[in-house]
């Protein structure tokens, strides 16, 4: 039983225009002793600048603890617990939070029950790791904090683990928590919020973009033996800051101290690609982020990526994804759940 990953939407569509609308979406947070107060305050704060934005409570919160009462986080933050009863007390939405004691898997009925009434329960960072060594083989993909996935990977076989920020598996959704929890929570809300009050979320949080959930974590980059190479890091680092401002392989080549033909080499023997083809593709996917995931308008996403003008920014984007900026931005609602029922694709591809 539980929700599939076509289409996942957690919590069905409110029309946020009608400030008079009774449904309220209740969120239980489930913590324990020494939780990630970073993820805990993601959470709540999240929601409550959700309902500051849809001008009325359109989400509450409770947080839940197989130890009630006052439970303390990893850095002292403490929150006053209810108890966590078997099959009673269900919310729309349950979120475990990652921690220290999160790999007791104490939580681990409950979220079976939510599976059981069609209900999505998140796993985050600590907890999605605990949940993947606990289950023989999940019904579709899974991942969890970048940190934890080589241990899964040497320590037992899971063909279906993902480096991306979250997946569905069967309405469990495992996920690197951590500092993306704000970005996960507006992707679980977005379908009652719509897209101008996507936006103003993610402005009120300072967040520059809203990533989407089949986004490979910025670490499993880094991961790659060729980078530990300083001047193939470097130079990445370099692309990163200038993409409004592109710089020529000769400065780029000079300031990391390598020759032109040194970097193509290591670049291809990385990549399996030139220098100026990754740095065009780096800012490609950084217009493709804002063309998607904001509403800048074009003409400034061309600029903010050193694409100057639209129809070069068109012909870039077109040629690596097969659509125009226009077509990319044609939908009414802003989607960040990207989850897929097909468990053979390749985890280590492309991100979105």
Request: proline letters at 5%.
């Amino acid at each position: 039983m539980g929700l599939r990953e076509a289409g996942f939407q957690p919590f069905g569509a409110i029309d946020a225009k009608q400030p008079r609308e009774p449904l309220q979406k209740s969120v239980e947070i489930f913590v324990g002793k020494g939780f990630c107060d970073l993820e805990v305050a993601s959470i709540s704060q999240t929601l409550a600048l959700a309902n500051d934005i849809l001008a009325r409570d359109a989400f509450s919160w409770r947080f839940v603890s197989d130890a009630p009462g006052l439970v303390s986080g990893a850095t002292g933050l403490m929150v006053r617990a209810e108890p966590a009863i078997d099959d009673h007390g269900f919310s729309d939405l349950m979120i475990v939070v990652g921690g220290r004691s999160a790999g007791k898997a104490t939580w681990l009925r409950r979220v079976r029950a939510m599976q059981r009434k069609a209900l999505p329960a998140v796993l985050l960072s600590d907890a999605a790791t605990a949940y993947i060594n606990s289950v023989k083989q999940p019904a579709g993909k899974v991942t969890t904090h970048w940190r934890d996935i080589p241990t899964l990977a040497e320590t037992g076989y899971h063909p279906n683990l993902t480096a991306r920020f979250s997946e569905n598996s069967d309405g469990v959704i495992t996920a690197a928590g951590a500092g993306a929890t704000s970005e996960l929570v507006i992707g679980l809300i977005a379908p009652i919020l719509d897209s101008a009050q996507v936006a103003e979320l993610g402005n009120r949080l300072l967040l520059h973009t809203i990533r989407k959930s089949d986004c490979e974590q910025p670490k499993d980059l880094s991961d790659n033996e060729g980078l530990f190479d300083l001047h193939v890091t470097q130079a990445i680092r370099l692309m990163e800051d200038t993409i409004a401002d592109p710089m020529s392989m000769a400065d780029l080549t000079a300031e990391v101290g390598l020759s032109t033909r040194h970097l193509e080499r290591v670049f291809r023997k990385v990549f399996d690609d030139t220098p100026a083809k990754f740095y065009k593709r780096l800012r490609t996917k950084r217009a493709r982020t804002m063309i998607e995931e904001t509403l800048m308008p074009i003409v400034e996403v061309a600029v903010a990526t050193g694409f100057g003008s639209c129809d070069t920014l068109s012909k870039a984007v077109k040629d690596e994804y097969g659509l125009t900026p226009s077509k990319m931005r044609s939908r009414k609602k802003i989607s960040l759940l990207s989850y897929h029922s097909d468990t053979n694709s390749d985890p280590s591809g492309p991100a979105g």
